[in-house]
Structure formats: C-alpha cells, structure tokens
C-alpha cells in the first residue's frame, strides 16, 4: 500500500497535500493520526529505511474517494433526517394577517437581529444600528490582515482568543436577552410581574 | 461427443448469462465514474481526480485532516443546508405569489391544501435557522483553529461575505408570509436603516421600496431572496470552495 501511494501519479501537485505551516505535522498530528488509523503500524515487513519514513510520515494521506464522500453523506443524511423529524413535529408560526394599523409590543426583529436592536435600546442609534454592524464587518474582514501573529496554536494567540471569545460572549448574550427578557416597551419582562 | 459438446455450451452460456448482470454492474459504474471500483489506492485517487463531481475534493487527503473534531462538518453541514432550503424554497415558490392580496393566503393553503405543503415550510424555515447556526458555528471553528491566517487571508473574507449573505436572505424570507411576526420584524430590521449618516431615509426607502413596508417590500425582498441573494451567495460559495481547495486544508494544529 505504501509503495502504491510513492507511486501514485501526481498530475495537480496536490496529490500528497504537503504540511500547511512548517513543523505543523510534528508529534501532535503523528500521534493523531496513530490513534485514528489502526491500519498505519501493520507493515512489519517493511525494511527498516521504510519503516523509518513511516514512522516521520505516520499522518500519511487516503484518498478522498470514497472516504470524505463517505463522510459528507453520512453528515448530510443525519442532518437531513433530524431537520425532517424537527419539521414533522415543530410547526412554523404564521400569526394572523399582517395589520399596518396594529403594532404589536414589543415587536422583535428576528432573533439574528435582536442583539442589535437589544443594543439599540441601550445606545444611540446611530452607534447601534450603523456604525457597529459596520464596524463588525469591516473588523471580521480586516482581522487576518491585522492579526500579524503567524501562529496557528492557541496558547500563542491569547488575546485574539479573548477579544474574539469577548465578541461572541457578548453577541449571543445580547440576542438572548433580546429574545427571552424584553416585554411590553422594551421592558425586562419581570417589571410587570414586580408592578414596576 | 456431440451431445457433450451441446451440455457444454449450454453450461458455459449459462455461466455467460449469470455473469452478465455484474458485468453490466461493472460497466456501469465505470461509465459513471469514469474507473473501476475504487478497491485500490490507485483506482480510487484517480476516481476522485477526474471526475466533475469530485473534482472540488483534493484526490488525496492526510488521515488527520479526516478528524471529525476538526470541522466538526460545519461548512459541509451549512452548505447542505443551502442546497436543501434552494429544493424546498423551489417547491414553495410554486404555492407562493409575492403580493398583500395573495401572500397570507398562500401560507394558509400550505398549511392546509397542498400535499406536504407544511412539512417543505417547515423544512425550509427550520433549516434557514439552521443554517445562521451552522454557519456562525463555522466562522467560530475558523477562527479558533487559526485557520484564517495566511494563506487564506482572501476566503475568511469571501466566508464573512456569506455569513452576510446567510443573514440578509434568512431576513428577507422573514417577510415574504406576511402576518404580523414578518411584518413587524422586517419593519424594526430595517428601521435601524432610517440612522445612517447621510442618507438614512432613502435607503430605507430604497430596501422597501415605499415609506411603510408594503407590496413594494413583498416583491423587493421576494426577488432579493429567490434570486439576488442567491446568486451572490452561490458565486461567493464557488470562489470559497475553490480557495479551500487550492490553499488546502489547515489541519493539523
């Protein structure tokens, strides 16, 4: 098997994708790639230059076909199946005919947006709803060319994982808050039940 | 002899006959794919070279980059979901007309005449939460992975593009059945338009198409969701899936 892949045409130069980052198919990949694959140790007849390159080179490469197919179907069945079983079960709201002349309260944009519009409520407008949805944009676009730290491993990348953990954190925080804590003009819901 | 020579006949034609529903077998999926089965490495890494619907794989893959706790699937998974909502969102615009008069009542219908009516909304709702989801989830598994330092740099912003793209189409699909939740969302959404510096109002008045959000909204955001967007999205999703492939993949931490 190994002989066969040395020996596989290698038309596209991407045959055999070589490691991304320098040093980045080290020890933690091999061992990986050990514990993944059961198959990679049983060459015992393999002279020993061989086997020595095996060993270099245990996260050794399969070919696409059929295994990521194999893969792609599997997670596409399980997520067509599920999202079938929800939408059996979990009927979509339709509320009654939309009424220009009856605003409801509170009325909520769609839960993607209520983190904006639960800002909006806190902050000027303008701040809100134009210059943080762009500042977010242009930010995520602008980030891989403003983060000049070339490593890929966590523990080197402390404060891009804080200030983006800080985002998200934030983010989701404010769309649940939006979603499950405001009532009647923006209120927290517990301001009726309290009788403030 | 001669009858001997008949058996013999017979029986090899017999075999022949047995044998040919394999062999038809064989030849099928050869002129499909283009190669034998894939039981070799060999026949397998060409397989996957040189056929038009596996050419967006690389033919070879490094085993660790097989890990499921890499990916997590996520941008697989979200580009399902695409093509799932583009089936079932196809199924729905047979039922749908983009008007007041008609929108409402359409919804209705598919709840309670059309054959499954319900279940393709439903489907097509549910997986447009989804995908917002997944799609969020896989901008947070590129980001956490470093996956979007050099070389790929380009596809992170192509991948916010289509974040972007996910949200404004989930947005504009919240009007289109026009009861008072679609109403009162799309007007709040695009409220936030009216506070941009400059010309705050008439961009607003330009994504509704009137000052309220009306008949004018229903086919604005009908065409932007069964067709603008789309086509954006999907040109953005060739050029990503193309950068994936010739960055290759990150891996490997």
């Given amino acids: 098997m190994a002989d066969e892949n040395e020996s596989t045409p290698n038309p596209e130069g991407v045959a055999r994708p070589d490691p991304i980052t320098p040093g980045a198919s080290g020890a933690a990949g091999g061992a990986a790639a050990a514990t993944a694959t059961p198959t990679a140790p049983a060459k015992p007849a393999a002279p020993p230059a061989q086997r020595q390159s095996l060993k270099k080179d245990a996260d050794t490469s399969i070919p696409s076909f059929p295994a990521l197919v194999y893969r792609e179907f599997i997670a596409s069945l399980v997520v067509g199946v599920v999202l079938t079983a929800i939408a059996l079960v979990v009927q979509s709201p339709l509320q009654q005919l939309a009424d220009p002349s009856m605003t409801p309260d509170p009325s909520k944009a769609p839960w993607y947006f209520l983190g904006l519009q639960e800002l909006l409520s806190r902050v000027p407008p303008i701040t809100a709803g134009v210059a943080f949805p762009t500042f977010v944009i242009a930010g995520l676009i602008a980030m891989p060319y403003l983060d000049r730290n070339p490593s890929r491993h966590p523990r080197d990348r402390k404060v891009g994982i804080i200030l983006f953990t800080g985002f998200i954190v934030f983010s989701v925080a404010f769309a649940l808050i939006g979603t499950f804590f405001r009532g009647l003009e923006w209120k927290w819901y517990w301001d009726g039940i309290l009788g403030r | 002899m001669a009858q001997d020579t008949a058996r013999n006949r017979l029986q090899s034609g017999m075999k022949k006959a047995a044998a040919l529903p394999i062999e038809i077998g064989v030849q099928l999926w050869k002129s499909v794919f283009r190669h034998g089965l894939p039981l070799t490495d060999k026949i397998a890494t060409r397989t996957a070279l040189t056929n038009y619907w596996l050419h967006a794989h690389p033919p070879r893959i490094r085993k660790s980059h097989m890990k499921f706790s890499y990916t997590f699937c996520l941008g697989g998974i979200s580009f399902f979901l695409f093509v799932l909502l583009t089936v079932t969102g196809l199924f729905l615009m047979f039922y749908y007309v983009p008007s007041v008069q008609y929108a409402y009542q359409n919804m209705k219908d598919l709840q309670y005449a059309v054959s499954f009516g319900i279940v393709m909304r439903n489907l097509h709702r549910w997986g447009a939460h989804a995908m917002v989801i997944t799609v969020w989830l896989h ?31 989930s947005f504009t699909g919240y009007l289109l059945p026009w009861d008072q939740l679609s109403l009162w969302a799309v007007t709040v959404g695009t409220n936030m338009a009216k506070y941009a510096p400059l010309a705050g109002p008439q961009t607003r008045f330009s994504m509704l198409g009137s000052y309220t959000v009306g008949n004018a909204t229903i086919l604005r955001f009908y065409v932007a969701h069964v067709l603008g967007l789309p086509l954006v999205a999907a040109i953005a999703m060739m050029v990503h899936f193309w950068r994936v492939r010739k960055d290759g993949f990150s891996g490997n931490l």
């Fill in chain 2, 139 to 169: 901008m947070c598994r590129v980001f956490y992975t470093g996956s979007y330092k050099p070389p790929r740099e380009f596809n992170w912003g192509i991948g916010v593009t289509l974040l972007l793209m996910t949200l404004l189409l």
